[in-house]
């Protein structure tokens, strides 16, 4: 079973955790069964940016995004070469390391 390990994030996790994933199911959906709240303002549709994350290792077991969600990513603050929509990045059977970005979106433009 492939493990994701959550870089530590001072409001999600902020002494950062090491969860068990299930092969097929999202980083946002194993996040959020481990209490780990990433954003998602949407609900998981791909229709924003706020569960932005940074794939820092593990990238390539990870299918490629597809053009929906490289449009979102365009929006996305902090934008980096290995950034997914967590709500759209499947895990498969390699470990994943995932960095929460300090802010979403949203966040920015409320001025946090």
């Not at 493990?3 to 999202?26: D, K, N, R, S």
């Not at 290792?57 to 449009?71: H, K, Q, T």
Request: net charge negative.
């Amino acid at each position: 079973m492939p493990q994701i390990i959550f870089l530590p994030h001072a409001e999600h996790c902020p002494e950062g955790a090491v969860v068990e994933a299930q092969a097929g199911e999202t980083v946002l959906d194993a996040a959020l069964r481990n209490g780990i709240d990433i954003e998602h303002a949407c609900e998981k549709s791909c229709a924003c940016t706020t569960c932005h994350v940074v794939i820092r290792e593990g990238f390539a077991s990870l299918e490629a995004s597809d053009e929906l969600e490289d449009d979102m990513l365009d929006k996305a603050w902090g934008l980096e070469p290995s950034s997914r929509l967590s709500c759209q990045a499947v895990v498969a059977d390699a470990d994943l390391v995932v960095e929460i970005p300090r802010y979403t979106i949203n966040q920015v433009s409320e001025g946090h």
